[in-house]
């Protein structure tokens, strides 16, 4: 009957607006959460840069201390007079107490920079996931933008 062919194509049209409405309620959400996520996973990685550049400073720092230790015991063989060999001992005493502050201070920021590569390992994978999901889940707008990120990638790689 026609009341019937109306029904079934007026629930029809609603079940595509319906759909095309939660596709635009995802893309807005998604694209929002992608881009925060991009955000956070960029301030993890300058830190993570950071971390190692600091690394690089403190093992700087270990070799020249461990060069002035070996400086200082040459003096000593050097040296006659049981007092300075004294004043070059205690030199090396103090020195080798920085060094275990280097040492620990270098763990300490290894152990950093580990957690950090694993957080910006992490937020990769969920800014990768979340494109997938915008691709998957929010029609040809998702699409449109997947392939418009994919594009911006090549370019810039």
Do not use: P
């Not at 109306?6 to 029809?12: D, G, I, K, P, Y």
């Not at 003096?75 to 920085?98: A, C, H, Q, T, Y």
């Not at 040492?103 to 996931?129: C, F, H, I, P, W």
């Amino acid at each position: 009957s026609e009341v019937k062919r109306s029904t079934a194509e007026h629930r029809e049209h609603i079940g595509k607006h319906l759909e095309q409405a939660q596709h635009s309620y995802d893309f807005h959400v998604l694209t929002d959460m992608h881009f925060s996520s991009m955000i956070v996973a960029n301030a993890a990685y300058k830190a993570l840069d950071n971390a190692k550049i600091s690394q690089v400073a403190i093992a700087k720092g270990i070799r020249k201390t461990m060069t002035e230790i070996g400086q200082l015991q040459d003096k000593i063989d050097l040296e006659s007079s049981f007092k300075e060999r004294g004043v070059l001992i205690e030199e090396i005493k103090l020195i080798r107490e920085l060094l275990k502050e280097f040492s620990t201070e270098m763990d300490t920021l290894k152990n950093q920079t580990r957690k950090l590569y694993d957080e910006v390992r992490e937020l990769n994978a969920q800014t990768g996931a979340l494109k997938l999901a915008i691709r998957d889940r929010c029609g040809s707008r998702g699409g449109e933008w997947y392939e418009a990120r994919q594009n911006n990638n090549r370019m810039s790689a």
